[in-house]
């Protein structure tokens, strides 16, 4: 897979073949330096952007040349996403924010609260559902985003740098959760700079310059070529 883009006379290639294989029920780490590609990689693997050339398949389906929405589909169904930034809106409430994927889908609004109500307490938030972003601390709103991951039951879970704008014992909450969620059945698919994030997975994928420098167990010597 490539991602090619012009800069006038200069092309920059962002994802210069890639070629990866994340099987059902991995935890995989995605780990490399500012301008690596692997914001590029995730932004295909999360069905947010389309390679120029290359072709990607999500449980099966190819997903390379799909309309905007059904690209749109495939996100909101099968990939949970969870942001380093938090991404919800300060004007909602905690449980109006998870709600969100969920009204995309089509849920009925009872049913949808009762999903969101869940998936809240399902992280530690059940006294927190009525609390804007603003009230809340970083590792309460990371929460927040990790129950609206969830909400719709998906299959993938997509965390980009998950843990980057909380303390230590913030950060390791958050990594124990994504330990559970793998281990209840669900494909994590972690994108970090930190190693020590990185390890924490079954699987740690190295890339630089839009390339795969090493793909390895976290136990094994790694090497960049």
Same mark, same amino acid.
């Given at each position: 897979m490539y991602k090619i883009y012009k800069m006038g006379s200069v092309e920059v290639r962002a994802l210069n073949g890639i070629n990866l294989h994340i099987r059902p029920k991995e935890f995989v780490s995605i780990i490399g330096p500012s301008g690596?590609?692997?914001?590029?990689?995730?932004?295909?693997i999360g069905c947010l952007d389309?390679?120029?050339?290359?072709?990607?398949?999500?449980?099966? &389906?190819? !997903?390379?040349?799909?309309?905007?929405? +059904? @690209? /749109?589909?495939?996100?909101?169904?099968?990939? %949970?996403?969870?942001?380093?930034?938090?991404?919800?809106?300060?004007?909602?409430?905690?449980?109006?924010?998870?709600?969100?994927?969920?009204?995309? &889908?089509? !849920?009925?609004?009872?049913?949808?609260? +009762? @999903? /969101?109500?869940?998936?809240?307490?399902?992280? %530690?938030?059940?006294?927190?559902?009525?609390?804007?972003?603003?009230?809340?601390?970083g590792g309460q709103q990371q929460r927040v985003a990790i129950a609206r991951a969830l909400a719709g039951a998906p299959s993938i879970i997509l965390a980009d740098e998950p843990t980057g704008?909380?303390?230590?014992?913030?950060?390791?909450?958050?990594?124990q959760m994504l330990k559970e969620l793998h281990q209840e059945g669900r494909t994590i698919v972690l994108i970090t700079h930190?190693?020590?994030?990185?390890k924490q997975a079954q699987r740690i994928i190295r890339i630089a310059d839009g390339v795969i420098t090493s793909d390895s167990a976290p136990t094994d010597e790694v090497k960049c070529e």
């Open positions: 690596s590609g692997k914001s590029t990689l995730m932004n295909m389309t390679p120029t050339s290359g072709k990607y398949y999500i449980e099966g &389906q190819e !997903v390379s040349k799909l309309s905007e929405n +059904e @690209l /749109a589909y495939i996100r909101n169904k099968k990939i %949970g996403f969870i942001f380093q930034g938090f991404n919800l809106l300060n004007k909602l409430t905690a449980i109006e924010n998870v709600e969100l994927p969920l009204i995309y &889908q089509g !849920v009925g609004s009872s049913k949808r609260r +009762e @999903l /969101a109500r869940m998936a809240l307490e399902r992280v %530690g938030l059940g006294n927190r559902l009525h609390h804007k972003p603003t009230e809340l601390s704008n909380l303390d230590s014992k913030s950060g390791e909450e958050v990594m930190d190693a020590d994030v990185a």
